[in-house]
């Protein structure tokens, strides 16, 4: 069994994984504010913690992933009356473009997808139980949390509480009693609302996780929580005061963030005018490509996309794809069946040391890269039972890094193809040769 490390942001340090429940993982990881086509960097966590939960999986691990979807946000309300549309139509509309990217990622769906509006009457009794315990209070129908009232704010973020409250002096709220006091309820009469004791209005953002954890694991209490570094604060920060003032806990053992997404060396924000879609990256490259850019860096360092990065990654997932589809062809003509291979165990075992070293796929991929060098020289020199050990094991190395499989089934007309090819060589009719093999070439067979 290998012992699986990750990286713990609330002790900042590298841990080795030990389950709240034996043999079991559960993961929350936070999804999108659907109010708009997602970005790459979006992509990030969707894939980063794709591959966790692959190798889990592969380690005997029963892995209950939880994801959520945001459906109410003043962003959203403001898209809505933008498009002139309900916020149901557009929630529903960028739902199901974020579900696309990820079925084009070949990312797993998560077991549970709850939705925030799904959970409002356990997101209002959640805020009337802080308000009975002392840490929330209510003031013109907002409800905001009493921060002064939790020793160790801050500790995940590992900020300053001073430095914090200057900050937030900047846009103070003076119906506060203190500025880093967060919202918990919002009282609207713009957009969606719902009935409270307190008025008419919606939740607050940092409420909603909390609440959708505990209606799937009724103590609170997961492994894993997930989500880009940008989330450290305020949003899972405010998470792990709720949860401490409510339940005594912090929700998971390991909270674990992703590095951000920079374009062409420069930060993806709208001011800058670099905001790249996922949509787009997908439609150019495909799934697997972007998926190997994504994973071509250590998670938590910083990924920069340029034009340059993804044509680059484009070229070698051909190699990659190229040299397991010329194997899988050779392996037909030759009636090989390259699952009745040997694993190449070294080999593997290298791989997953690499992801359960706080998932390292960089280097993971490196050993792919090696293989497939390995793999390319054996077609030439028509070495088949090494490459069947090699491509079975690639083929396991692929999957639990998330990509579609790589597979080729020769029709009849494929292979008579190959037998005419082999015939007009042997006739030394190279034209004729040269012909088919031109068509071998457009069907990716040769």
């Given amino acids: 069994m290998h012992d699986v490390r990750v990286y713990n942001s609330l002790k900042d340090s590298l841990e080795v994984f030990k389950p709240i429940r034996e043999k079991e993982v559960s993961m929350y990881v936070c ?3 659907v109010y708009g086509p997602v970005h790459i960097g979006n992509m990030r966590p969707v894939v980063v913690f794709d591959v966790l939960k692959r190798l889990f999986k592969y380690l005997g691990y029963k892995v209950t992933h939880i994801s959520n979807v945001t459906d109410v946000d003043d962003k959203i309300i403001a898209a809505a009356i933008r498009e002139k549309i309900s916020e149901l139509e557009l929630t529903k509309k960028y739902a199901e473009s974020y579900f696309k990217c990820l079925e084009e990622l070949n990312v797993e769906k998560a077991e549970y997808t709850p939705y925030v509006t799904e959970n409002m009457d356990g997101i209002i009794k959640f805020i009337a139980d802080l308000i009975d315990k002392g840490f929330a209070y209510e003031v013109n129908g907002d409800v905001y949390f009493r921060v002064s009232k939790l020793e160790g704010y801050g500790k995940l973020s590992n900020l300053d509480i001073e430095d914090l409250k200057v900050g937030a002096r900047i846009e103070e709220n003076l119906d ?3 500025p880093l006091d967060f919202t918990l309820w919002k009282k609207t009469d713009v957009g969606i609302n719902w009935d409270s004791p307190w008025s ?4 607050g953002w940092h409420t909603e996780c909390v609440v959708m954890i505990n209606n799937i694991y009724q103590d609170g209490r997961i492994d894993i929580h997930g989500g880009g570094f940008d989330l450290k604060f305020p ?6 005061a709720q949860s401490l003032a409510l339940h005594g806990h912090r929700i998971a053992t390991y909270w674990m963030h992703n590095g951000f997404v920079n374009i062409d060396n420069q930060k993806m924000s709208k001011s800058l005018g670099n905001v790249r879609l996922a949509k787009d990256f997908l439609e150019t490259y495909g799934g697997s490509v972007v998926r190997l850019a994504l994973l071509s860096t250590h998670y938590r360092a910083p990924l920069n996309f340029t034009d340059e990065v993804m044509n680059s990654n484009q070229v070698e997932y051909t190699k ?9 062809v050779r392996f037909q003509l030759n009636n090989i069946d390259y699952q009745n291979a040997d694993l190449l165990e070294d080999k593997l075992n290298d791989f997953i040391n690499e992801l359960a070293d706080d998932l390292n796929t960089a280097n993971a991929i490196s050993i792919i890269f090696a293989l497939v060098k390995d793999l390319n020289l054996d077609i030439r020199r028509n070495k ?16 639990v890094l998330g990509f579609k499989a790589i597979d080729v089934v020769l029709t009849e007309e494929d292979i008579e193809l190959f037998n005419k090819y082999h015939e007009a060589k042997s006739r030394k009719d190279f034209a004729l040769s040269d012909s088919i093999r031109e068509v071998l070439m457009e069907r990716k067979l040769m």
């Fill in 320 to 328: 990659i794809e190229n040299a397991i589809r010329l194997a899988k």
């Fill in 176 to 178: 506060k009693e203190n």
């Fill in 200 to 203: 008419k209005g919606r939740p």
């Fill in 235 to 240: 949003h899972h920060e405010n998470e792990i």
């Fill in 384 to 399: 088949l039972d090494s490459s069947a050990r090699i491509v079975k094991t690639l083929d396991i190395m692929l999957d």
């Fill in 31 to 33: 999804g999108p504010t």
